[in-house]
């Protein structure tokens, strides 16, 4: 029994541990950013002024609305194509590794040999880099978060009340819209705040399929210009916006997927 509440003590303390390393860090970037002093690292007083310089950035700003723009759009194709291909391939039920892996591919593969991949891609092509080639990268990854979502929900679907809408008389559109899509709205949904999410934060493809200048510059690409030039408490408040962004999002996602697997 002492074993027994002993190992049990030491596992809490192990896990107490590995929370505090990956937390403390983001808690202290978040309570630093609300610091009143010019250096990033010595708090001299509680201040919202570094939020509120933040609003009269216009590069940060600019920033911003690009990537507002990338991950909406991204998210949108993202999310009706991962249905779309998910749909496809639980109603064809029969489909080798070779498919999977062709699906998860993007999951997988690392993010820099992706966006050489893509850029090759695109000059290959002769396309001109901009933020229309960001949201098409974007969307190459975000399709198969968005069908791997989509897909759990779709191994306990019951695809005879498919058929038997079929039988009745109803268009494909029509089961659809009124069967299917009812069914699955919580899982597309969750996959589309996810893709939203990783969309928001994504730097390595988007760096390497941006075009030159403000234009097609997202946040965090911006953040990372910023850091080149030392840090302030401004870059703190700005990572501070995006974390809250990006857990708000994951958050809702994960509400609306709860129990989608095991239903």
Same mark, same amino acid.
């Given at each position: 029994?002492?074993?027994?509440?002993?190992?049990?003590?030491?596992?809490?303390?192990?896990?107490?541990?590995?929370?505090?390393?990956?937390?403390?860090?983001?808690?202290?970037?978040?309570?630093?950013?609300?610091?009143?002093?010019?250096?990033?690292?010595?708090?001299?007083?509680?201040?919202?002024?570094?939020?509120?310089?933040?609003?009269?950035?216009?590069?940060?700003? /600019? =920033?911003?609305?690009?990537?507002?723009? %990338?991950? @909406?759009?991204?998210?949108?194709? #993202?999310?009706?194509? +991962?249905? !779309? $291909?998910?749909?496809?391939?639980?109603?064809?039920?029969?489909?080798?590794?070779?498919?999977?892996?062709?699906?998860?591919?993007?999951?997988?593969?690392?993010?820099?040999?992706?966006?050489?991949?893509?850029?090759?891609?695109?000059?290959?092509?002769?396309?001109?880099?901009?933020?229309?080639?960001?949201?098409?990268?974007?969307?190459?990854?975000?399709?198969?978060?968005?069908?791997?979502?989509?897909?759990?929900?779709?191994?306990?679907?019951?695809?005879?009340?498919?058929?038997?809408?079929?039988?009745?008389?109803? /268009? =494909?559109?029509?089961?659809?819209?009124? %069967?299917? @899509?009812?069914?699955?709205?919580? #899982?597309?949904?969750? +996959?589309? !705040? $996810?893709?939203?999410?990783?969309?928001?934060?994504?730097?390595?493809?988007?760096?390497?399929?941006?075009?030159?200048?403000?234009?097609?510059?997202?946040?965090?690409?911006?953040?990372?210009?910023?850091?080149?030039?030392?840090?302030?408490?401004?870059?703190?408040?700005?990572?501070?916006?995006?974390?809250?962004?990006?857990?708000?999002?994951?958050?809702?996602?994960?509400?609306?997927?709860?129990?989608?697997?095991?239903?």
């Amino acid at each position: 029994m002492t074993q027994s509440f002993a190992r049990i003590l030491g596992l809490r303390a192990i896990l107490v541990l590995v929370f505090a390393f990956l937390y403390i860090p983001i808690a202290v970037l978040v309570a630093l950013s609300f610091n009143q002093g010019g250096l990033p690292t010595v708090w001299s007083g509680f201040s919202l002024k570094w939020y509120a310089s933040l609003a009269g950035n216009a590069a940060i700003l /600019s =920033a911003a609305l690009n990537t507002l723009i %990338v991950a @909406l759009v991204s998210t949108a194709i #993202a999310t009706l194509l +991962g249905t !779309l $291909l998910a749909i496809g391939v639980e109603m064809r039920r029969q489909y080798g590794s070779g498919l999977e892996a062709l699906i998860f591919a993007p999951m997988i593969i690392p993010d820099i040999v992706l966006a050489v991949a893509l850029l090759s891609f695109f000059s290959m092509l002769d396309f001109t880099l901009g933020l229309h080639t960001i949201i098409l990268a974007h969307v190459v990854f975000n399709l198969a978060f968005v069908c791997s979502v989509v897909r759990a929900r779709l191994k306990s679907f019951d695809w005879s009340i498919v058929e038997a809408s079929a039988d009745l008389g109803a /268009s =494909a559109v029509t089961t659809f819209r009124r %069967v299917t @899509l009812p069914v699955i709205l919580p #899982a597309v949904v969750a +996959g589309a !705040l $996810l893709a939203f999410t990783l969309s928001v934060d994504e730097f390595i493809i988007a760096f390497f399929t941006a075009g030159a200048g403000r234009a097609s510059t997202t946040l965090p690409m911006q953040i990372y210009s910023m850091i080149r030039f030392g840090i302030t408490p401004e870059i703190n408040a700005l990572a501070t916006i995006v974390m809250a962004v990006s857990i708000t999002a994951l958050t809702l996602s994960q509400r609306l997927n709860r129990g989608v697997v095991g239903q």
